[in-house]
């Protein structure tokens, strides 16, 4: 069985720092696209980053340079490390992993930025 589990959310001010994790059962994070995605209140859910297999990243234009996505194949582990932290990025951040027609889904953890 197949289980994603992210970890790491909270609430942080505006300018603030998160590192968000997603570790993996049941499948080998090193054999897939990884990638987090999110979804705010009212809104659809939306790519934040992914990496692939070969470590090619890929980021929404509006976390570029402030969001960094990487895998640790060691640890079975994907992460977030997200910078600068603004209030339009609360939403629950959900880990993505996939490999052709398999993908899968972690539940989800809750990241909000506010003063």
């Known amino acids: 069985q197949v289980q994603l589990v992210e970890s790491g959310g909270g609430l942080v001010q505006p300018g603030g720092s998160l590192r968000l994790s997603c570790a993996a059962s049941?499948?080998?994070?090193?054999?897939?696209?990884m990638g987090w995605y999110r979804q705010a209140p009212g809104k659809l859910r939306e790519l934040v980053a992914t990496?692939?297999?070969?470590?090619?990243?890929n980021y929404a234009d509006s976390v570029k340079g402030r969001f960094t996505i990487s895998r640790d194949n060691a640890k079975n582990t994907a992460f977030l490390q997200m910078n600068s932290l603004k209030p339009e990025d609360t939403a629950i951040y959900y880990c993505?992993?996939?490999?052709?027609?398999?993908?899968?889904w972690g539940q989800g953890t809750q990241v909000t930025v506010s003063s």
């Open positions: 049941g499948i080998f994070v090193s054999r897939y696209v």
């Open positions: 990496v692939t297999s070969g470590g090619i990243t």
């Open positions: 993505n992993a996939g490999l052709g027609i398999r993908e899968f």
